[in-house]
């Protein structure tokens, strides 16, 4: 017994079962693409968050890189050897695009404390500059975070909030279908300072149980922003993660809540 499939003969015939498989091997293997690579960059990969980010994106099997002023981090743990470490200026145009190549996704952990006018720089017109290449490079998503407002700490702290929203409002108009923004308080877990480990998640687990049910008071003026619960670095690290690389992640500001309630989910 014969039968055709495109002009080639296959016979169940014992002789001929050699050619036969030969055959079927040939015709399931024309023309199969590779599949599809995922490349992510970390802006400030080797600092508290973005090193988490780092290791998070990692363990997932990512391709990783960062970029920051220092170059590679001096965390010493083994998933550090997986992470392509980049080195350059985000204000310096010209010193750090070459990161860009390849990537398909941005997460950046850039921000900093100084004066207004240092402050801005960093948190605003740094991000803003990264937006603006990762958009012109083609960069699918791209996550920023920013952080909670904080009522007083607004007007005392007024170049590092007029800097986040500045860069918040230029990822909303560049990135309106991929761009996220995750808007956490205090960040705890271990922090390392120079050789020192801080465990700030002595302090802030049991403050993030407590305040997690009191978002009503969270919306009391004037008082109302220091009941914002703390949120634990691994978990702004798996959301960012998943808003970087997941597709159907909706775009737009993802509040400390918001961060607490993706972080549950299954990823």
Not at 78 to 85: F, G, K, L, R, Y
Not at 207 to 232: D, N
Not at 262 to 267: D, G, I, L
């Amino acid at each position: 017994m014969a039968v055709s499939n495109n002009g080639r003969s296959l016979s169940t015939d014992s002789s001929n079962k050699v050619d036969e498989t030969v055959k079927v091997e040939e015709a399931e293997t024309v023309n199969v693409p590779p599949p599809p690579t995922e490349k992510l960059l970390v802006l400030g990969g080797n600092g508290f968050v973005g090193s988490h980010v780092c290791k998070e994106a990692v363990d997932r099997g990512l391709t990783v890189a960062s970029l920051s002023r220092s170059g590679r981090s001096s965390i010493q743990d083994s998933w550090a050897n997986h992470v392509i470490w980049h080195q350059g200026n985000l204000l310096s145009p010209g010193s750090w695009e070459d990161a860009l190549i390849g990537v398909t996704s941005v997460i950046s952990c850039v921000g900093g404390f100084g004066s207004n006018s240092y402050m801005y720089k960093i948190n605003g017109t740094s991000n803003i500059n990264a937006i603006r290449a990762a958009s012109e490079k083609g960069v699918k998503r791209f996550v920023y975070i920013s952080a909670a407002d904080f009522g007083v700490a607004n007007y005392l702290l007024q170049g590092y909030y007029e800097g986040k929203r500045a860069a918040e409002a230029e990822l909303l108009i560049k990135f309106p279908y991929g761009g996220v923004i995750l808007r956490p308080g205090f960040i705890y877990g271990t922090r390392r300072v120079g050789s020192m480990k801080l465990p700030l998640g002595v302090i802030g687990s049991p403050l993030e149980m407590i305040l997690q049910h009191a978002k009503p008071l969270s919306q009391v003026p004037l008082v109302g922003p220091l009941f914002i619960p703390p949120v634990s670095v691994t978990s702004v690290a798996k959301v960012a993660l998943r808003g970087a690389t997941d597709p159907v992640f909706p775009p737009g500001i993802i509040d400390v809540y918001g961060i607490q309630r993706y972080s549950q989910k299954k990823f």
